[in-house]
T-cell receptor, first 109, second 113 residues
C-alpha cells in the first residue's frame, strides 16, 4: 500500500531550528510537496521537490532523497507564527497526491 | 486577488438532512478538488475534476456527490449526512493536475446534529 509517515507532534523554541522528517512509500514517485496548515485554516503550499537535494526558500528549506524515500522540511529562526501543522504529500505514478496526517509544530517562547 | 472561495464557512445540519457546500475560483484553473479533513488527519480526496471530466475516488461513499457546472464553480452535495460526516471540507484548485501546487479555499466546517 501507499504510505506517508511523519511525526505527530514536535516542540521547538522561538529562534531555533527544527527539522520535520517525512518518509514515503508510493507506487512510483513524481515529487513531494510540503504544505503548512494553521489550526482551523486551509493548507498553503510551501515547497515541491522532485530531484534529490536541498531547496532553500527564505527561512524554509526542503530536502529530498529519492533513493531513501525520505524528505525533510527545515525551518530556521523559528517565529511564533510558525506554530502550525506541516503536511507532507507524495505524488505517485498516477499523479495522485498521497497525504500524510501532518506534524503539529509547537513553538515555545 | 485571485482566490478560492468557499461558502458557507460554517454549516450546521441535522442528521439525514441534505446539505450543499459551494466553491468558486477566480484562478481559472482546470482542476478542482474536494477533500474531507477530520481533526489531526490527512486530507482525504473525495472527488476531482479535470475541466468537466469527473473523477470519483474509489472509496468515496455514495452519500457524497459533486457537480461542476462551469470552470469557476463546484458543489459538494451530501445527501444524508451522518454524524461521521462532520469534518472540514476543503476545496482546492490547480492549474493542471499532479506536479502543480494546489490552492485551497478556507474550508467549510460541517457540524451534524
Amino acid at each position: 500500500g501507499q504510505n506517508i509517515d511523519q511525526p505527530t507532534e514536535m516542540t521547538a523554541t522561538e529562534g531555533a531550528i527544527v527539522q520535520i522528517n517525512c518518509t514515503y512509500q508510493t507506487s512510483g514517485f513524481n515529487g513531494l510537496f510540503w504544505y503548512q496548515q494553521h489550526a482551523g485554516e486551509a493548507p498553503t503550499f510551501l515547497s515541491y521537490n522532485v530531484l534529490d537535494g536541498l531547496e532553500e526558500k527564505g527561512r524554509f528549506s526542503s530536502f529530498l532523497s529519492r533513493s531513501k524515500g525520505y524528505s525533510y522540511l527545515l525551518l530556521k529562526e523559528l517565529q511564533m507564527k510558525d506554530s502550525a501543522s506541516y503536511l507532507c504529500a507524495a505524488l505517485d505514478s498516477n499523479y495522485q497526491l498521497i497525504w500524510g496526517a501532518g506534524t503539529k509544530l509547537i513553538i515555545k517562547p | 486577488d485571485a482566490m478560492v472561495i468557499q461558502n458557507p464557512r460554517y454549516q450546521v445540519t441535522q442528521f439525514g438532512k441534505p446539505v450543499t457546500l459551494s466553491c468558486s475560483q477566480t484562478l481559472n484553473h482546470n482542476v478542482m478538488y474536494w477533500y474531507q479533513q477530520k481533526s489531526s488527519q490527512a486530507p482525504k480526496l473525495l472527488f476531482h475534476y479535470y475541466d468537466k471530466d469527473f473523477n470519483n475516488e474509489a472509496d468515496t461513499p455514495d452519500n457524497f456527490q459533486s457537480r461542476r457546472p462551469n470552470t469557476s464553480f463546484c458543489f459538494l452535495d451530501i445527501r444524508s449526512p451522518g454524524l461521521g460526516d462532520a469534518a472540514m471540507y476543503l476545496c482546492a484548485t490547480s492549474r493542471e493536475g499532479g506536479v502543480y501546487e494546489q490552492y485551497f479555499g478556507p474550508g467549510t466546517r460541517l457540524t451534524v446534529t
